[in-house]
C-alpha cells in the first residue's frame, strides 16, 4: 500500500466458498460473461496493497441471490453471506467493510433482511443488482425496501445484472449490457420518484453510472415529456447519484463524469477480482493521471468518507511486513502499469 492514496475502495467483490459452491450446484460457473474468479482475503489485501487501497467495501455480485427460484432459499443464502462478510470484516479492522446482499425480488424479505445487517450486524450498506429476471429497481411493490433504507440513511450500491434478453453472440454482457443494465436502473429510480420519496438513500451507481452522464440530457428530455416534470429537476435527480470509478477512469469517461456530478458524488473502485489485476491498475493509473491533486484526494478517499464516517475516524492500519523482493516486485508493477497507461492513450490528431 503506498503511504499517500489510502484509498477507499466501494466497488470490490467478494466470491466466499459457500457461494462458490452454491452457484456450482445450480451449474452456474460465470457471471456477466467472465468466469468466476478465484477470490481470498489474501489476494485481496494484496491487489490493495498494490493499487494502494485501504480500506475495500465489499459485495456479492450478480446474480446475487437471483438465480434461487424458492424465496426462503435465498433469504437463507443472503443470510449466509452477510453473517460471513460481517465475520470477515472483524477479523480485519480497518481493512474491510461489506454491502449486505439481498434476497430480491422479494421486497419485504429484503427489508427484513437489510434491517438485521445494517442494524445488528454493521453493514455499511447493501447491495442492490439492476433487475433480476426483468424486475428493475423502481418497479412497484418496493417500498418495504425503500422505507428501511430510508429510514438508516443507508448506502445503496447499485449494480448491474445481465439483462433480462439473450445475449448477443460476440458481445460479453460485462463489456456493453452491464452498462445499459444500470442506465436503466437510474432511469427507473428517477422515473418511479425513488428517489425523492427517500430522500436519505445514497445511491452509488457501478462504472461511472452507465451511460447516465453521457446520456443524461437525452434522459431528462424524455423523462420530462413522460412526467410532465421539468428537465432540470430530472437532471438535478441524476446528479444526485453516487458514482465510482470502476473501469471508467479513461480520458474518454472520466472528464464525462467529473462534469455531470455533484461534487463529493465520485468514488473510487476497481471491481476486483472480476476485473484483473491489470485492469484495475489501468484505470486506477487513469484516474492518477487524469485527476488534479485536490480531486485525485477527494476520490480516492475524502468522498467515501463522508458516506461512510466509521473511516474518517478510523485509525490507519499498520501495513503488513513484506520481504525486500516483494516490495520491489510492487513497485516495478506500478511502475510498469504507469508506463503502459501513458503508451496506450491516443494521441492527438
Known amino acids: ?5 489510502r484509498r477507499i475502495d466501494v466497488h470490490q467483490h467478494l466470491v466466499p466458498p459457500l457461494y462458490r459452491e452454491a452457484l456450482d450446484r445450480h451449474g452456474i460457473t460465470e457471471a456477466g460473461g467472465r468466469a468466476l474468479p478465484e477470490w481470498s482475503p489474501g489476494a485481496a489485501l494484496d491487489v490493495m496493497d498494490l493499487l494502494g487501497t485501504e480500506t475495500a467495501i465489499l459485495s456479492v455480485s450478480t446474480p446475487g441471490t437471483g438465480f434461487l427460484t424458492d424465496p426462503g432459499e435465498a433469504a437463507a443464502l443472503a443470510r449466509r453471506l452477510n453473517d460471513f462478510s460481517a465475520a470477515l470484516t472483524a477479523g480485519h479492522p480497518g481493512r474491510f467493510g461489506w454491502f449486505a446482499t439481498l434476497p430480491m425480488p422479494d421486497a419485504a424479505a429484503s427489508a427484513r433482511e437489510a434491517e438485521r445487517a445494517l442494524g445488528g450486524l454493521g ?3 447493501v447491495t442492490l443488482l439492476a433487475n433480476i429476471d426483468g424486475v428493475y ?5 418496493q417500498d418495504a425496501l425503500w422505507r428501511v433504507l430510508d429510514e438508516h440513511g443507508a448506502v445503496a450500491f447499485v449494480h448491474p445484472a445481465e439483462l433480462p434478453g439473450p445475449a448477443v453472440e460476440g458481445i460479453p454482457p460485462f463489456a456493453a449490457d452491464f452498462l445499459l443494465d444500470t442506465t436503466r436502473a437510474a432511469y427507473l429510480l428517477v422515473r418511479s420518484g425513488v428517489v425523492r420519496r427517500y430522500p436519505r438513500i445514497r445511491f452509488v451507481l457501478s462504472h461511472a453510472g452507465g451511460f ?3 446520456a443524461s440530457h437525452r434522459m431528462a428530455v424524455a423523462l420530462a415529456a413522460d412526467t410532465g416534470r421539468s428537465p432540470l429537476d430530472i437532471l438535478d435527480d441524476l446528479r444526485g447519484f453516487y458514482f465510482d470509478t470502476a473501469l471508467s477512469a479513461s480520458p474518454a469517461a472520466l472528464p464525462t463524469l467529473l462534469a455531470f456530478a455533484r461534487p463529493g458524488h465520485v468514488l473510487f473502485g476497481s471491481d476486483w ?10 484505470f486506477a493509473n487513469g484516474l492518477d493521471s487524469g485527476t488534479d491533486a485536490r480531486t485525485l484526494a477527494a476520490v480516492d478517499r475524502g468522498n467515501a468518507e463522508a458516506l461512510f464516517p466509521r473511516l474518517a475516524d478510523a485509525p490507519v492500519p499498520a501495513p503488513a511486513a513484506r520481504p525486500l523482493t516483494a516490495r520491489l516486485r510492487r513497485s516495478a508493477q506500478r511502475a510498469g502499469a504507469r508506463a503502459f497507461f501513458r503508451i496506450v492513450q491516443p494521441g492527438a490528431d
Not at 500500500?1 to 492514496?5: I, K, Q
Not at 429497481?137 to 411493490?141: F, R
Not at 477480482?273 to 489501468?282: D, E, G, K, L, N
Open 123 to 125: 453493514a455499511d450498506g
Open 1 to 5: 500500500m503506498t503511504s499517500t492514496a
Open 137 to 141: 429497481l423502481g418497479a412497484d411493490g
Open 273 to 282: 477480482p472480476f476485473a484483473p489485476a491489470a485492469a484495475a491498475q489501468y
Open 212 to 214: 447516465v452522464p453521457y
